[in-house]
């Protein structure tokens, strides 16, 4: 019953002509398609019916016999493209708008494949039963979709920090306890040596090349889980570092270039940069071919970007992302920057090289500008050919 009242069976009784009317109309834009149609054709021809004939009739009477037979033809065309003109528009409109629910679908799923998930479809007055039906199951699969992914987002947000817990934590440990044993043990070589007779130093010199190779090799490791430079000395200073390194490794030329004055920048900031330039030089010496590659650092008044650039053989970013054999390095990219509020543009092509760019909102005093970096040191020091 209460269902009843709130389609509106019982206003259709209790109000005027006007709201029977209104009731009405409103019942006719809820048919489904199929009816629309129905009734506009039989109205259409019921209309055409009675307008036909009356017309007829009358020019019957109106025009002498001879007239009449001499425009008779001219009557029958009138007719005919009238009306079939007529019924074209009305159906046209019909149509059009009976199936603009659908329409709204469509566009609302192509956004939502762009990613824009904000987006629902609105409802509209044309809708019937089984349209609504599926547009409110649409709107209900994108809020499925878009809690799903915001759940995807956070786990994987928080494996990353795991991640990084982790990796500090090994780095931690194999410098401060493998490390300081294989220095003891160093150590403990050198006063052995100074007391052996000569003919058994060489076995110890062995020892003492083999205990520094392993001193180094964990060194390395611990680097490159968590380089003590960055959290000591900053992201600029790491850089350098890491460029150095990948030159030693690669023998690829690397420029680095730092644009603006960039201190020391939250520690969470730092790590994600440096994350994002480790994994961008990892995939150039494992998949670029390239001869050169630029790094830039650059510092604008709204944000931090770091720009990888190399002129390797390029691929499809697209294709990447839609395979599903992916791994896990650009997405983690992405993933991190998304941690505090970046953004990463991958911008490849096969045969065009590939540059990487990642943006965080930045500036205060932890970043300035270069323009305004120099207009602050002009303003610091007025002459600084005296001093
Ligand atoms: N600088 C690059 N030059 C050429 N191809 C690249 C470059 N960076 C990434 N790719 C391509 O993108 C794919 C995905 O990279 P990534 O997510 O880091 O995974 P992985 O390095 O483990 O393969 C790589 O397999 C490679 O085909
Ligand atoms: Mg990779």
């Given at each position: 019953m209460?269902?009843?009242s709130r389609d509106g069976a019982l206003p259709l009784l209790r109000g005027g002509p006007g709201d029977l009317l209104r009731a009405l109309g409103e019942r006719a834009l809820r048919?489904?398609?199929?009816?629309?149609?129905?009734?506009?054709?039989?109205?259409?021809?019921?209309a055409g019916a009675v307008i036909g004939t009356t017309l007829s009739f009358r020019a019957g009477h109106q025009l002498s016999g001879?007239?009449?037979?001499?425009?008779?033809?001219?009557?029958?065309?009138?007719?005919?493209?009238?009306?079939?003109?007529?019924?074209?528009?009305?159906?046209?409109?019909?149509?059009?708008?009976?199936?603009?629910?659908?329409?709204?679908?469509?566009?609302?799923?192509?956004?939502?494949?762009?990613?824009q998930f904000n987006v629902r479809v609105p409802p509209h007055p044309f809708r019937d039963a089984q349209m609504e039906q599926l547009v409110?199951?649409?709107?209900?699969?994108?809020?499925?979709?878009?809690?799903n992914s915001e759940r995807l987002h956070w786990?994987?947000?928080?494996?990353?920090?795991?991640?990084?817990?982790?990796?500090?934590?090994?780095?931690?440990?194999l410098h401060d306890e493998a490390a300081q044993w294989l220095t003891s043990l160093?150590?403990?070589?050198?006063?052995?040596?100074?007391?052996?007779?000569?003919?058994?130093?060489?076995?110890?010199?062995?020892?003492?090349?083999?205990?520094?190779?392993?001193?180094?090799?964990?060194?390395?490791?611990?680097m490159e889980l968590r380089p003590a430079i960055l959290d000591d000395l900053g992201l600029v200073e790491a850089l350098r570092w890491q460029a150095e390194e990948f030159q030693k490794q690669t023998g690829l030329s690397l420029t680095l270039q730092i644009q603006g004055r960039i201190e020391r920048l939250p520690r969470q900031v730092e790590l994600v940069l440096y994350r994002v330039a480790q994994e961008a030089l990892t995939n150039i010496a494992r998949h670029?071919?390239?001869?050169?590659?630029?790094?830039?650092?650059?510092?604008?008044?709204?944000?931090?970007?770091?720009?990888?650039?190399?002129?390797?053989?390029?691929?499809?970013?697209?294709a990447v992302r839609r395979s599903r054999a992916r791994s896990l390095g650009l997405i983690g990219m992405a993933e991190r920057l998304a941690l505090i509020g970046g953004t990463l543009e991958i911008d490849s092509a096969p045969g065009k090289g590939t540059r990487i760019r990642a943006r965080v909102p930045a500036g205060g005093p932890h970043c300035l500008a270069r323009e305004v970096w120099h207009d602050e040191r002009r303003t610091e020091d007025p002459h600084p050919d005296r001093g």
């Open positions: 209460s269902q009843m048919l489904p398609l199929f009816y629309k149609i129905l009734i506009a054709n039989t109205l259409l021809v019921a001879e007239a009449y037979y001499r425009w008779r033809y001219a009557y029958i065309l009138l007719f005919a493209t009238g009306g079939t003109a007529l019924s074209a528009l009305i159906y046209s409109l019909l149509v059009r708008w009976a199936l603009r629910p659908l329409e709204q679908l469509q566009e609302a799923a192509e956004a939502i494949r762009r990613g409110e199951t649409f709107n209900q699969m994108v809020e499925t979709i878009v809690s786990l994987s947000q928080q494996i990353l920090q795991a991640q990084e817990e982790e990796r500090a934590r090994i780095a931690r440990e160093l150590i403990r070589q050198r006063l052995l040596l100074r007391s052996l007779p000569p003919e058994m130093r060489p076995e110890v010199e062995e020892l003492q090349r083999m205990t520094t190779a392993a001193l180094e090799h964990l060194r390395r490791i611990a670029a071919r390239a001869t050169r590659v630029e790094i830039t650092l650059n510092c604008s008044t709204e944000h931090l970007e770091l720009l990888i650039a190399d002129d390797g053989v390029g691929f499809d970013p697209e």
